[in-house]
């Protein structure tokens, strides 16, 4: 019961980092249909934002709570720039965009190399953050991984009420579901393009400032968590969030089960032909906006 | 598809193949042109090629040629059937561990057990799945039938449910980050992170020896031409235009009768043999496969040398890849920081400016329509508003 509750938990912690970083996707890749391979190195960003935080702010957690704004404004704007500069040319390339970012993806990753040197840093983590809580049957659940969890589950909260009740939300869900009727509408599609566009690296950012708390921070940190948040939205299905906070859990579980039951490896395969498999269910995800389009 | 021969409506869905002789040009004068082209590359490959080169330089050129042999598959289902597909490395993986593992039990002897295996020590006898491979064979058609095999899987599941676009880039992706993290995962029974390396023998001739690796040059020279040929053939046959059609037009092909599953599904397995041959071939004249050879960023660098080139032209990829294969060799041994900005900035600027390669440049000067330009419109993309917006009426 012990190991089946912990598991669970590992599970949902992955699942609460898979989700924090294909939140930021769910709006660009999914409300917008660009496929922004640089994501992760806007995660990268958020990162660095809070190591450079820490040099000048000594104390851990004020560090921290700053970074936060901090990294969604740094990361939000490194994503408007992109989207002015490059992916704007693209919309009816989906394709090429996703080429197109891997390069800027590139760049970054070199530049990051070049200005912070090629080897990890570290953070320090608050005290505060560094704990276990033990529960009761001899069980515990660290503080960050928590801490994450709580962070997710705010932003997808925070995502979902500004999506619902702001008049920013609405313009975003009227060009998501008709962009010609939002236009005639009076809408200006291309500003809440690039809106939507700064909520999702900004997004980015954040998840960037809570993997600090988990690992430490290198350049191409960004690149191996990408593919598994693209596959989150994927699997949840473009359109709306619901999607993508299931799959992200769903996924974390399935994949610490895997880990458990075999090795990290297979576990990995496992998911991965799990996908595949599920895909055949529902070529769509599992949640799609109705269109009447053929494609 | 910019009309700019008057043509007859059907050339909306049936563009002109880019190395056909457009109107008015007899068709004998473009065989003739193909063939005095390949003349010319044999010249180029078996004879220029070793007498000017050292044999450093030789050697590079033919784990160059190696990558082209991929570019050229990639050629066809990206180019040409407009399926990106970012996991290439895994059917190059493929074909270089079958070789490899061929020719490590080759090098141990009868009975003997590769090296790395004692090494890590946990094994007394040879696993179960390697036994196979002490076959030539068995190993030789798996370096090509193992990637087939395993892109028609993937192929057959994702294209009939009509997984396509970015869905299936990512897919396959996926499928080289697993690929990678299980090879590396299983270190005793694939070498893990080192991969196979220091592979001495091919088929009893040394390769220490610099003619015999001069002969696995012209072996890769020439299987390289066959490719080339054989890809001529496809690209001009029916299913060569059937195949852009369903770039182009997946729809309306389907309303035709056609099943586009199928097209595209050929065009991914033939595409993936070709990555298996050169994963095969590679594992000779470079000596080593390793997981960081075939994993998510080999398999999308093997992607961009395919668009420097031009996508869907026959010959573009096979440039495309030796030039960008070159250039980083020659620029990452001196500054190696320069070349990743170098390649970041090759990415943006090649992709987003110039979609159809250096080849349209060339297609440019000459004022030729080419269906070699890939389609500027949305209609593959999984954007379904989007592709609906900017849907252009057959004019």
């Known amino acids: ?88 040319r693209l919309y009816a390339r989906p394709l090429d965009t996703l080429l197109v970012t891997w390069g800027v993806s590139l760049i970054l990753q070199q530049l990051a190399r070049d200005i ?180 | 598809m910019t009309a700019v021969t008057p043509a007859p409506p059907s050339t909306a869905v049936r563009p002109a193949p880019a190395g056909a002789a457009p109107p008015g040009r007899p068709a004998g004068r473009s065989r003739l042109r193909t063939l005095a082209g390949f003349a010319f590359g ?57 070789m490899a593992m061929h020719l490590k039990l080759a090098d141990a002897g009868p009975g003997g057990m590769p090296d790395f295996m004692q090494l890590y020590g946990q094994l007394d006898e040879l696993p179960l799945w390697w036994r196979p491979f002490a076959s030539p064979w068995f190993a030789l058609p798996a370096t090509v039938l193992l990637p087939m095999a395993v892109a028609f899987g993937l192929g057959s599941l994702v294209f009939r449910r009509r997984v396509r676009g970015a869905y299936f880039a990512i897919l396959s992706q996926a499928l080289a980050a697993a690929m990678v993290i299980l090879l590396i995962g299983q270190q005793g029974t694939t070498g893990g992170t080192n991969g196979l390396t220091d592979i001495k023998g091919f088929f009893g001739y040394d390769l220490d020896d610099p003619v015999n690796q001069r002969m696995v040059y012209f072996i890769i020279a020439g299987t390289l031409l066959a490719l080339l040929a054989l890809t001529r053939q496809l690209i001009h046959s029916r299913y060569g235009e059937l195949l852009v059609a369903v770039r182009d037009g997946e729809e309306r092909v389907r309303f035709l009768g056609y099943d586009p599953a199928s097209v595209k599904l050929v065009a991914y397995v033939v595409a993936a043999g070709m990555a298996g041959l050169a994963g095969a071939l590679f594992v000779p004249a470079v000596g080593i496969i390793s997981p960081a050879l075939i994993g998510i960023v080999p ?47 090759l990415f943006v600027v090649v992709v987003a400016f110039l979609p159809g390669g250096l080849a349209s440049l060339w297609a440019l000067a000459r004022r030729r329509d080419v269906a070699a330009q890939p389609l500027r419109r949305g209609r593959l993309s999984l954007g379904r508003r989007r592709a609906e917006r900017t849907e252009v009426p057959a004019a």
Not at chain 1, 12 to 37: D, W
Not at chain 1, 60 to 77: D, K
Not at chain 1, 137 to 151: C, E, P, S, V, Y
Not at chain 2, 53 to 80: N, P, T
């Open chain 2, 42 to 98: 044999a010249a180029l490959l078996f004879a220029v090629a070793p007498l000017v080169l050292s044999d450093f330089r030789l050697a590079l050129l033919a784990k160059y040629l190696c990558v082209a042999m991929v570019a050229v598959g990639i050629g066809i289902a990206w180019g040409r059937g407009g399926m990106l597909t970012l996991g290439q490395g895994v059917f190059f993986g493929l074909g270089g561990y079958a």
């Open chain 1, 1 to 88: 019961m012990t190991v089946l509750f912990g598991q669970l938990f590992t599970g949902i912690s992955i699942g609460a980092v898979l989700l924090l970083i294909a939140l930021g996707l769910a709006l660009t890749f999914g409300q917008m249909n660009v496929i922004n391979m640089a994501h992760g190195e806007f995660i990268m960003a958020g990162a660095y934002t809070t190591y450079v935080l820490q040099q000048s702010i000594t104390g851990a957690g004020l560090s921290l709570v700053v970074a936060l704004p901090v990294a969604f404004v740094v990361a939000g704007t490194m994503g408007v720039l992109l989207e002015v500069l490059l992916i704007r």
């Open chain 2, 299 to 345: 398999s999308i660098e093997f992607v961009i040398g395919v668009a420097v080139g031009g996508r869907a032209t026959l010959l573009g990829p096979v440039l495309g890849a030796v030039a960008v294969a070159w250039a980083r060799t020659a620029l990452s041994e001196r500054f190696p920081g320069t070349w990743t900005y170098l390649q970041g900035l």
């Open chain 1, 116 to 295: 912070f040197g090629s080897p990890n840093v570290q953070t320090r983590a608050p005290e505060l953050l560094t704990g276990n809580v033990a529960l009761p049957g001899g069980l515990t659940i660290a503080n960050n991984r928590l801490f994450i969890l709580a962070l997710a589950l705010a932003a997808v909260a925070a995502l979902t009420l500004a999506l619902r009740l702001t008049p920013l939300g609405r313009r975003i869900r009227a060009v998501v579901q008709n962009r010609d009727l939002a236009a005639v509408s009076g809408i200006a599609t291309s500003r809440v393009d690039r809106t939507t566009f700064f909520l999702g690296s900004g997004l980015a950012g954040l998840a960037g400032v809570a993997l600090t708390l988990l690992g430490p921070i290198g350049p191409t940190m960004g690149t191996n968590l990408i593919i598994d948040a693209f596959l989150v939205v994927v699997v949840g299905g473009i359109g709306q969030l619901k999607g993508s906070v299931i799959v992200a859990f769903a996924l974390g579980v399935l994949q610490a089960t895997g880990e458990y039951l075999t090795t990290l490896s297979v576990a990995k395969v496992i998911v991965f032909v799990a996908i595949v498999a599920f895909l055949q269910w529902r070529p769509q995800g599992l949640f799609t906006l109705r269109t009447r389009s053929l494609a």
